[in-house]
């Protein structure tokens, strides 16, 4: 018998944009197991890089549904085969990538809630698609689904946007003009209308697609789309997950009528009413009863954004810093009382329902780390870290800008290189240039999250999460460009843990148990880099160029400021 079988337990999933991955936290808050399935490598079928579509304007950025489904089916079976003893799962719940959008076609409600334990998921959702499981090369397996299968299918659109789509900018002028303004709409929603924002992509949608759009009975994001394959039934969107969409009114939890207008006619029916992200939102589907031998009574707590969940996993507390470097990097706070403004965003709090979250977004993450690592660091993370360990903190006052794709924070798309004398040079020495990378793309978090009104006390602590947090020469730079303690949990897959973290506080909610409460047992921490001594005077002149030289780079990209 498998070592994991026999332990009551919660499972935390996560839905991103890699990956689908899955941890089992037990009662006394051990993770014991933990699985994933990469499609790149594991889905090869889809052809995806990094997990998305980027399609040929550049700017439109899609998944194929049916790719997370059928990751869902491999994940599940591998757990089975592994012996895993589903029968003592209490609760679960899960993350998604937040902002990307699923449209269920009508009817998807009866083949959800009437699956055959005989057949895969993937199978039942989408039939006629799974027939071809290779295409022939060059060929989308879209492309070649027999126009009459169509009506067989569960989704008005095989491919949905995700949140590296930037293709809605008309839809966000559209928004912001019908509420006031961009500050309007921030101190409305959370945050000024950004591209990747699901209200604006449904705008699109309804506006180039009416018939996918009317066709369409439930519009989920990836979260509750998630859920709603372990409900049997279309699961609610929460309030933290649905503050990322430019709908919610972040202060009373409710739709905006005049955002909802602005967006596409009877959009409320579509989404559902959003509910609290501490809730439960039914029991588990006979579907995976009967197949996977769950408990009828396990509970289904609301998943949420991946942001969000790794609040919940992490531990965050007032005043510590969050920083994520998983596909996007991200920085998130803690915070008692909204500040909306033109920068960053505003999330309801996931696990208490009376505060908040601020949260920063940077593109570009992981995927042009890897860029700069196979360019110039033969694809070896153990070449990549020789070069930070063998340049000096400062990088002797060379800084550089790496964005390959259009960032969010600030919009600044290209490479641009910085000699100390301020000179704009073409190339850096290959280590000077990896060094330069990390810098800038930690100094840039630093300049920006100060802007949101963060200062570094201290008391401050950073948590770092997500793949690159496994990268110990990564994490020292982090921490010398904050002058603070960087420290990791045992799992770089917070946004699971703070799933099944989540699910044993759906179970315990009843009774009002606070979520700190409820993880009061968990692992604490540990520390990963503490700064160098020295850091912060080599850091400070460099964070006031380095803001310099990123608005000099606006100006001369989209023009002086008004
Ligand atoms: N040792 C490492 N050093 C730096 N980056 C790493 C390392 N290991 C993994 N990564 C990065 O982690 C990324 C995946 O992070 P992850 O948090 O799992 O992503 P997501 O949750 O968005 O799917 C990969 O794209 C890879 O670049
Ligand atoms: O757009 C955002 C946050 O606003 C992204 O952070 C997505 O939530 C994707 O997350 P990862 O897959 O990179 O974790």
Redesign the pocket.
Known sequence: MAEHAGRRCCLGWDF???QVKVVAVDAELNVFYEDSVHFDRDLLEFGTQGGVHVHEDGLTVTSPVLMWVQALDIILEKMKASGFDFSQVLALSGAG???GSVYWKAGASQVLASLSPDLLLHEQLQPSRTLLRVPPSGISPWDVMPPGDAGKACFSISDCPV?MDSSTTAQCRQLEATVGGAQALSCLTGSRAYE?FTGNQIAKLYQQNPEAYSHTERISLVSSFAASLFLGSHSPIDYSDGS?MNLLRIQDKVWSQACLGACAPHLEEKLGLPVPSCSVVGAISSYFVQRYGFPPGCKVVAFT???PASLAGMRLEEGDIAV?L???D?LFLWLQEPTPTLEG?IFCNPVDPQHYMA?L?FKN?SLMREKIRDELASSSWSEFSKALQSTEMGNCGNLGFYFDVMEITPEIIGRHRFSAENHEVSAFPWDVEIRALIEGQFMAKKIHAEGLGYRVMPKTKILAT?GASHNRDILQVLADVFGTPVYVIDTANS?CVGSAYRAFHGLAAGTDVPFSEVVKLAPNPRLAAAPTPGASQVYEALLQRYAILEQRILTQTRGPPE
């Open positions: 991103s944009t890699q990538q937040q902002h949140w990747r990322g954004g991946d942001n994520s998983g596909t996007s991200t965003h949260l977004c993450g997500g946004a």
